[in-house]
């Protein structure tokens, strides 16, 4: 027999552990861009046309700070629970390509804005939490077009500067992420926390948030990290969670065969299901880092940490489990209300007006946010608006309108508008619970379906379920159906 320590163990049989740290580029809010006065909405604009000398790097102009853009950055580490130091700078990061018209780009990199916070979420009923190692701010290049298929297959290029110099903050997590799950919940959380504090847009489609990942395999037990590719392109919460799955299988592949891993830049492919080699990884002193002499050192004030803290909104995990205790309804439902701060704000606002707040929970998750999606207007703007959905819902609760009616309702007045309560008196849409006029309907719809009638009292039960559709047919859905089933059964075994 061998001891463990003679025998070598084979590539093939190595468990791996996966080791994953996210970068997070997200774009803020700010009207201007970062040092200059251009407009930094620049989507809707033709090419090149919020440009000016500042940010398409003309020589001899100077950049001025936007203050908005540096008061976001550190009201974002606030709320990622990050240290803010006294002092911080800019720096140069130089490098050449054609989206770049300084041939830098204005950077931090040895003292951003906030450092050392954290991030908890939850993963399958398990609490993670990833550290944070720093939220600095730059700014954003432009973009190119190439003309026909790709770059590869492309004669020309176009390059639009509308997005350079557009305030751009870096969220660099530390890899303390384990599977493709985590990392997928680390971003769905700190999009919404984004969104909440009304710094980023959160739009992952259109890159105004965009996610690269760092991943490496190392053997179960090592504490040593293992060679890191860098993955991009990955613009949907389904293709960060794919693409990882992916590079761990790679990674698993080549590692088990005996391979190395090469430290370096791949692309997601999400049509292809796969990742590609783009360019080997840089390292931080390629870029020649230096202090821009054109900007200040940064001195921020402990008045300024306080006045922002004391701005910080309530954050979406505080605000889910809130809803859950003081209005009853699951954790679920709370979750989904608490997605983006408008809707949250729109469930309560309902709530106020004395509405049953699981009623008004599961419409807003449910035929409301149906409603708010096909018409592509939100709860609040709509022609039902807040007091309407509230009237409605009340006329549900306290049983004046039954389920169908509600959602005809809602279905007309949603874009429409008017007031439920009177529609429903004009058109005498109340629900009808009164017994003798119940008895009337079941007693007819008795007579004119014998089939039914012989089949129940055959023993066949589920023969009284149209029989009860008779009955609601016949009433244009008014009826009480708790209330025709009572009835029907009672005359049935008379
Ligand atoms: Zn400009």
Redesign the pocket.
Known sequence: MMDNASMAQAPADVEYEVVIGLEVHAQLLTK??M????SASYIAAGPNE???????GMPGVLPVMNEEAIRDTVLTGIALECTIPEVSKFDRKNYFYADLPKGYQISQFDQPLTIDGTLRFMVDGREVSCGIERVHLEEDAGTLHHLGTGIHSSHASLVDFNR??VPLMEIVGRPDLRTPKEAREYVSTLRKILMFIGVNDGNLEEGSMRCDANISLRPKGSTELGAKVEIKNMNSFRSIERALEHEIQRQTALLRRGETIPQETRGWIDPENRTVSQRSKEQAHDYRYFPDPDLPALSISRELVEELRKRLPELPAAMQSRFVTSYGISDYEAGVLTQERDEAATFEEIVKRGVDPVLAARWCIGDLAKLAKETKTAIADSGLGIEGAAELLKLLHDGTINGATAKALAEELYEAGGSPAALVAERGLGKVSDRSAVETMCQEAIAGNQKAVDDFRGGKEAALQSLVGAVMKASRGRADASLVREVLTKLLSS
Do not use: M
């Open positions: 201007s861009k040092f200059c006065r251009c919020n440009t000016c000398p500042v940010c398409l350079a110099g």
